[in-house]
Nanobody, 120 residues
Framework: HLAESGGGLVQTGGSLNLSCTASGGGGFSTAAMAWFRQVPGKEREFVAAETWGRTFYADSVKGRFTVYKDTVKDKLYLQMNSLKPEDTAVYYC????????????????WGQGTQVTVSA
């Protein structure tokens, strides 16, 4: 089970820190964890991923977002700075036993999402 939190409404230029908690066992692996986002009518978009200490970012968020993992607590975070209106979306946490790239098809386990809204 994956559960996201930390979304909300923020002004342009502001910051938010999303967190994703893995719990309940369920036999899923969190060796690779990622953040995706989606707006209505568009495909789910890769944002960032972390696997064994390595991080990956979409070009649109490089330099503004930071993904990091607390391996003891099995939590994934996304620190989002310098937010823009185009960052508005539902943000999803995903996990898989290995990282195979930016496609959402490469992640089996998903949270329910948390809304991030950036006002102009």
């Amino acid at each position: 089970h994956l559960a996201e939190s930390g979304g909300g409404l923020v002004q342009t230029g502001g910051s938010l820190n999303l967190s994703c908690t893995a719990s309940g066992g369920g036999g899923f692996s969190t060796a690779a964890m990622a953040w995706f986002r989606q707006v209505p009518g568009k495909e789910r978009e890769f944002v960032a991923a972390e696997t064994w200490g390595r991080t990956f970012y979409a070009d649109s968020v490089k330099g503004r977002f930071t993904v990091y993992k607390d391996t003891v607590k099995d939590k994934l975070y996304l620190q989002m700075n310098s937010l823009k209106p185009e960052d508005t979306a539902v943000y999803y946490c995903a996990a898989h036993e290995f990282y195979s790239g930016e496609s959402p098809n490469g992640f089996r386990d998903w949270g329910q999402g948390t809304q991030v809204t950036v006002s102009a």
